[in-house]
């Protein structure tokens, strides 16, 4: 499982040596921000899942923030906040309003024809989102971060379960290689 992820990863010394990170400077030297162990990658994915649900782009720099505050690893956490993005993040956002109305017990009278997204650009996006967001009301309110909450916890507990399988699995896969070495030496 590390071998896969320290593939695809950027290495520490990479990004503690760009233009971009010198400033955050002793931050960044944490070994669990960078180390790939079943821990810190469950965290990380545990942020992004839980950060990935912030409107707008403060999805990564929130994701950086936790990760380097609860010290798991960062990259994994930037990364895993990409599974929302413009084809997703809509229905994502309808799930967390049927959440809510789940929870709370009722609709409050919004149809799904006004969970549609409103006409934004890069001028006006600002000032639409939030008047969109206060139009869906309570259930969006309450579903959003429980929808949040319960991504972070399912995705900890499955890259732990699923971390764990693929070492068993390992273990036993070299015993049983070893055994068949010893049987016909």
């Given at each position: 499982?590390?071998?896969?992820?320290?593939?695809?990863?950027?290495?520490?010394?990479?990004?503690?040596?760009?233009?971009?990170?010198?400033?955050?400077?002793?931050?960044?030297?944490?070994?669990?921000?960078?180390?790939?162990?079943?821990?810190?990658?469950?965290?990380?994915?545990?942020?992004?899942?839980?950060?990935?649900?912030?409107?707008?782009?403060?999805?990564?720099?929130?994701?950086?923030?936790?990760?380097?505050?609860?010290?798991?690893?960062?990259?994994?956490?930037?990364?895993?906040?990409?599974?929302?993005?413009?084809?997703?993040?809509?229905?994502?956002?309808?799930?967390?309003?049927?959440?809510?109305?789940?929870?709370?017990?009722?609709?409050?009278?919004?149809?799904?024809?006004?969970?549609?997204?409103?006409?934004?650009?890069?001028?006006?996006?600002?000032?639409?989102?939030?008047?969109?967001?206060?139009?869906?009301?309570?259930?969006?309110?309450?579903?959003?971060?429980?929808?949040?909450?319960?991504?972070?916890?399912?995705?900890?507990?499955?890259?732990?379960?699923?971390?764990?399988?693929?070492?068993?699995?390992?273990?036993?896969?070299?015993?049983?290689k070893r055994r068949r070495v010893n049987d016909a030496g």
């Amino acid at each position: 499982m590390r071998k896969l992820f320290r593939k695809h990863l950027p290495s520490h010394e990479s990004i503690r040596q760009s233009r971009w990170a010198r400033p955050f400077g002793s931050w960044l030297h944490h070994p669990n921000l960078w180390h790939l162990h079943r821990r810190s990658v469950a965290g990380g994915v545990s942020i992004g899942l839980f950060t990935g649900l912030i409107p707008g782009p403060l999805q990564m720099i929130s994701a950086a923030i936790l990760a380097v505050l609860f010290r798991v690893n960062l990259p994994v956490a930037l990364f895993t906040t990409l599974y929302t993005n413009p084809f997703t993040i809509l229905p994502l956002y309808v799930v967390a309003y049927e959440y809510g109305a789940l929870v709370i017990g009722h609709h409050n009278g919004v149809t799904p024809a006004r969970l549609v997204l409103p006409e934004m650009d890069w001028s006006n996006w600002l000032a639409v989102l939030p008047q969109w967001f206060i139009s869906l009301g309570k259930p969006f309110a309450v579903g959003l971060p429980l929808l949040a909450l319960t991504l972070a916890l399912v995705g900890y507990v499955v890259v732990r379960v699923l971390w764990r399988g693929v070492v068993v699995w390992e273990w036993r896969r070299r015993g049983a290689k070893r055994r068949r070495v010893n049987d016909a030496g």
